[in-house]
């Protein structure tokens, strides 16, 4: 127990070192990611006392102590990578949120669920004790909706960065700024229609232009 503690204040210290001048979106994003790393391991050290069969609460301990690690590590990752001035957003499979552990915990929680039902109709099929269906589905399916969690929101999920560079890659113009019924473009590829007279013909000829600037207004 006293490792676990030393462990939390030195996480601590390095945070606070790392982001002195972190502000309220940085301290809430720590705040949210502990919170919900210490609840994940809570429910991760049950499942594991699920699975041994067992009233020991060592597992429990391990559980909720590195969890709280866990969502330091997260909290420190979601800091660094948030793009200055922006709300941290993050969009998963089945979740969206504004922490990266949220996805991990909502998907642990799902995972439980899922196993206890499971775990709860083979043994009715097998007309054996439907407690120990629950007991050992959803200690089962907590831990593999962990490890879902951990692909979901670290290789899957969307975050701001990825929606910044697909609203790039979708708009039409380098540039542009949308308000209320009006649009604004900044150079803007467009292609050039003119007519061309020659000796006894009339043709169409188009070539590649940019715009400089463009400005739509909506009534």
Known sequence: MKRTFLLLILAAVLLCGSFSKSNAQSARLIGENMLNGALT???LGTATMGLQNDNDFTPLRIGLGAGIIAGTGMAIYDVS????GQQFFISGLFNDGTNSSIIVLLDTVYGAGVGAALGSAIMLIGNQSIIDGLQYG???GAWAGFGVGLVDSFMIAERNE??????LLNQSSLFQIDHENSSLSLLQPDLFNYAAIGNNSLSVKTTPALQLFSLKTFF
Do not use: M
């Open 138 to 140: 959803a200690s089962i």
């Open 81 to 84: 990578t948030l793009p200055k």
């Open 162 to 167: 990825d929606f910044v560079a697909n609203r």
């Open 41 to 43: 391991g809570t429910i």
